[in-house]
């Protein structure tokens, strides 16, 4: 029987994240089975996602109930450590010959928008603490992933180290906010606390497999060659 929250966060995502672990496009960028055209589609919904990242957490900051005001310096800390990610991918795009204007002007694919409302929902009208559930789906999937696909998927499209500075250096970083993250799961006792990271970690891992499951349907221009990407 799990016994600490981080323990049964994994076993009650557990369906979810399997969802989420079989699509495609992470099976082929494990085996280096990666087009361009994917992986730039990759790279701009994780820029439609990662540039809410400081936003949410500080929203979550501001709403803290008195009995969460010991999270307010973790909080501090993310935001600190996240500040910044959304202009890696854009370079990360453009040193791939992607159109990084046409993506900061994009709108995000319904899933990556469901995603994003989702947990501006859990902070500003839920619980505040389910934050930790988005934490937990994005960084231990960027762990578990990251670092292993950046180099099969550069190796098989031959792009430079500068079009992998998000896979790697979020990869690198996030292995320390997984420590960070369980310190925190530790301390959080209230039980509807805790349900609120089990349900939002949910629904999370959810989404995120609905968007690797889009990225074939997502156009990104090359740049120089604009186009409309997204109705």
Known sequence: MPTS???RLVEATRHEREFLLAADSIHDALAGAVSLPRYLAFLGE????????VPLLM???????????????????????????????????????????????????PATDALVARVYDQ???RNPAGIFGMVHVLEGTSVALALNAADRIQASLGLPDTAFT??????????????????IL??????????????????????????????????????????????
């Not at 307010?72 to 600190?80: E, R, S, V």
């Open 5 to 7: 929250l981080h323990e």
């Open 166 to 183: 998000y896979l790697r250096s979020h990869g690198e970083l996030d292995r320390e906010h997984i420590r960070d993250l369980q310190a």
């Open 59 to 109: 929203a979550a900051g501001s709403r803290l109930p008195a009995h969460l005001a010991w999270m307010q310096p973790d909080l501090l800390h993310y935001i600190k450590e996240e500040a910044g990610h959304d202009a890696w991918i854009l370079n990360d795009i453009r040193a791939a010959g992607g159109d990084a204007d046409a993506v900061r002007h994009a709108s995000p694919h």
């Open 123 to 125: 902070v500003q009208r």
């Open 186 to 231: 530790e301390r959080l006792d209230d039980a509807d606390d805790q349900q609120a990271v089990i349900d939002c970690a949910r629904t999370v891992f959810w989404l995120y497999g609905q968007m690797f499951r889009a990225l074939d349907d997502i156009s990104v221009p090359m740049a120089g060659a604009p186009q409309r990407m997204r109705a």
């Open 46 to 53: 994780a820029y439609q996602h990662v540039r809410h990242t």
